[in-house]
């Protein structure tokens, strides 16, 4: 059973930074899709940013482009989100996810974290 645990997140002032980590555990292959959701109150959750494990360029929303960083740590089998210049409108409850395949990232058919809080204030 795969399991993802997640690290980071909080309050910060607009233009601060924070960083997310999540770690995965129970994956027989080093070959998958992980990445970060959000969903702020009143809204619909949305993909933020996310990676192949076995390599390609990363999807960012056009929301967090050239502000967010994605990366990851394949001998950790760990992937982390740097946000950076945050802005009020990046609050919202973050949650890591991964999938076996593109499709199924960000659903029923994949795996997810319990969720943490990011809360920018202006």
């Known amino acids: 059973q795969v399991q993802l645990v997640e690290s980071g997140g909080g309050s910060v002032q607009a233009g601060g930074s924070l960083r997310l980590s999540c770690a995965a555990s129970g994956y027989t292959t080093s070959r998958y899709y992980m990445g970060w959701f959000r969903q702020a109150p009143g809204k619909e959750r949305e993909a933020v940013a996310h990676?192949?494990?076995?390599?390609?360029?990363?999807y960012y929303a056009d929301s967090v482009k050239g502000r967010f960083t994605i990366s990851q740590d394949n001998a950790k089998k760990r992937v982390s989100l740097q946000m950076n210049s945050l802005k009020p409108e990046d609050t919202a409850m973050y949650y890591c996810?991964?999938?076996?395949?593109?499709?199924?990232?960000?659903?029923?058919?994949?795996?997810w974290g319990q969720g943490t809080q990011v809360t920018v204030s202006s």
């Open positions: 990676l192949y494990t076995g390599g390609g360029s990363a």
């Open positions: 996810a991964a999938a076996n395949d593109l499709r199924g990232l960000g659903t029923d058919f994949g795996y």
